[in-house]
């Protein structure tokens, strides 16, 4: 049997602001909550996974209220 293997596409935090229409401060607020989780380069840079971001995005777009209060 053949391993598929899957390739993540990573986002700069510039970029993951534009896609999920949050800012950088939402974004570092989810990091430290544990709703995101972001990768460092070997140059020390934040990105992050392309997956992690549109499941956030899905559950924002399912509770636009709980863009705050995410658990």
């Known amino acids: ?3 598929v293997r899957r390739i993540e596409t990573y986002l700069s ?3 993951a602001v534009r896609f999920t ?3 950088r401060t939402a974004l570092a607020r989810y990091v430290r909550q544990a709703i995101l ?3 460092r380069t070997e140059g020390g ?4 996974a392309l ?3 549109q499941a956030l995005k899905l559950r924002l777009m399912d509770d636009p ?3 705050g ?3």
């Not at 840079?45 to 992050?48: G, I, Q, S």
């Open 13 to 15: 935090p510039k970029n």
């Open 65 to 67: 209220g709980a863009s």
């Open 21 to 23: 229409c949050l800012s």
């Open 69 to 71: 209060k995410l658990k």
């Open 1 to 3: 049997m053949t391993k």
């Open 37 to 39: 989780i972001h990768y």
């Open 45 to 48: 840079h934040r990105r992050y």
């Open 51 to 53: 997956s992690e971001l």
